[in-house]
């Protein structure tokens, strides 16, 4: 699989440990080549559906997940391919700002949550320090094969677009993780980075958020 891009097809067990306790079916969106849902196929036992763009990576997938949808996310999601269907987590790891219409794909996929069913995605955080580096002091947009600037990326979050996308798809978010990371691309000084993520430091320090949400009841 050295022909893929190493940044899509990892094992991701920061996702994989959000997913709730008895998870039993779960719909992996942009499952690349279903290295996360193998492992969590392997941790849980749990039936694991994927839905993947590239065929070639769907391919891949297929040998390890239950079923694979090859195909748009949008189109799958919004479409009637998985009607009938209920999953107990639904992931989008590193999916939703591929997406040209992110805040509909979310609505739809409240639909297909089980009672007690969660949603789990992870974004990266377009206002890190690397991004106003690159804009106020380069003038440059940093487009790169991977990361925050990955020149694939259609939408773009901050920690507070990424409060208003789950709202606005009627979820009530349980958790907000932040991974921090000094410098944009992996590098052994970024271990160093959760010292100084002090109040007010934080967004600019912040890589990536990691959210849980559910939907919100009907109550409120």
Known sequence: MSEFNPSYVGRRSDVERLLPPGVHSVLDVG????????????????????????????????????RVFVGDATAVIDGTALEGMQFDAIIFADVLEHLPDPWLVLRRAVRLLSPGGRIIASLPNIRHLSTIYHLVVLGYWPYRDRGIHDRTHLRFFTRRNVLELFRSANLEIESV????????????????????????????????????????????
């Open 177 to 220: 993780d932040a991974k921090y990371r000094l410098v944009e691309r992996p590098h052994r000084i970024n271990r160093f980075a959760k010292y100084f993520a002090l109040p007010g430091l934080r967004g600019f320090l912040a890589f990536q958020y990691l959210v849980t949400a559910r939907p919100a009841s009907k109550s409120r």
């Open 31 to 66: 499952c690349s080549v279903g290295a996360l849902g193998a492992s969590i196929k392997a941790g849980t036992g749990a039936q694991v559906t994927g839905i993947e763009y590239s065929p070639a990576m769907a391919a891949e997938a297929e040998k390890v997940l239950d």
